[in-house]
């Protein structure tokens, strides 16, 4: 599986960015597709996630009711709509996606994933 993620630049506090993450090679069957993103100096953390097939979503507290996860099955591509957004929000986006099906604590996680695109970058200015 290749995953290519795009839609990263800059932007001000409060705008939106939609990013994107095509996935291509053997995608049929995989479990779920997850955003994460890593700042300067910190850890990767989750962001959010999306199972193909039920469409059920997961979220991070901080973005919790600003960013909004969604696919489209027949593009074989995941979205991520990103609103409000803050200097905080300020990181390489990354998208991965995996065949396993694992449970929410494990797919709230990067060593839930196999498979890595890419980052994006985003920058939020204040």
């Known amino acids: 599986v290749q995953l290519q993620a795009s839609g990263g630049g800059l932007v001000q506090a409060g705008g939106s960015l939609r990013l994107s993450c095509a996935a291509s090679?053997?995608?049929?069957?995989?479990?779920?597709m997850g955003w994460f993103r890593q700042a300067p100096g910190k850890e990767r953390e989750f962001v959010a996630a999306?199972?193909?097939?039920?469409?059920?979503?997961y979220y991070a507290d901080s973005v919790k009711g600003r960013f909004t996860i969604s696919r489209d099955n027949a593009k074989n591509t995941v979205y991520l709509q990103m609103d409000s957004l803050k200097p905080e929000d300020t990181a390489v986006y990354y998208c991965?996606?995996?065949?396993?099906?694992?449970?929410?604590?494990?797919?709230?996680?990067?060593?839930?994933?196999?498979?890595w695109g890419r980052g994006t970058l985003v920058t939020v200015s204040s």
């Open positions: 991965a996606t995996t065949y396993r099906r694992t449970i929410a604590s494990v797919r709230t996680s990067a060593r839930g994933y196999d498979y």
């Open positions: 090679g053997y995608t049929f069957s995989t479990y779920v």
């Open positions: 999306v199972k193909w097939s039920a469409g059920s979503t």
